[in-house]
């Protein structure tokens, strides 16, 4: 058996080494293994009857709004350096993960290729922002 093969389901290796870890394969196979390996943590628990879209979009909002007050009072230099400290480096990490497996989730659910998505969103947020010559005059979607 090659190295990318694994007949284990959850994951582990026959080695002991995992296949879903931090430094497992391509970042669109990572993206695969841990939305699978997220699937698996809710389904052992029993959880999917909870996670319906409109509960894990509303756990995604809930997640994202604490990542927003991790730099609620921060000033723009202070929020430039937040990972430069551990406590506030841990902080951030921890709720972009939060923010990402209910992401990862929802798509799940239903069906959504985040990959997919993200590309397609680009390819229309470049037609729809063109690069322009005298970029002094560029303003941001939200302004």
Not at 60 to 72: K, P
């Amino acid at each position: 058996m090659n190295e990318t093969q694994n007949p284990r389901p959850d994951g582990a290796r026959t080695d002991g080494a995992r296949t879903d870890g931090p430094a497992a394969g391509r970042p669109e196979e990572r993206l695969d293994l841990l939305q699978r390996r997220l699937a698996r943590f809710a389904a052992a628990r029993g959880w999917e009857p909870y996670h319906t879209p409109k509960n894990l979009a509303v756990a995604l909002s809930v997640e994202a709004a604490e990542l927003v007050e991790i730099f609620q009072w921060l000033t723009p230099e202070q929020s430039a350096r937040v990972m430069e400290e551990p406590e506030s480096a841990h902080r951030v990490a921890d709720e972009v993960a939060d923010v990402l497996a209910y992401l990862l989730q929802f798509c799940e659910v239903l069906g959504v290729d985040v990959l997919d998505a993200l590309a397609a969103k680009i390819e229309r947020n470049e037609l729809r922002f063109p690069v322009k010559e005298d970029r002094t005059s560029v303003r941001h979607s939200s302004e």
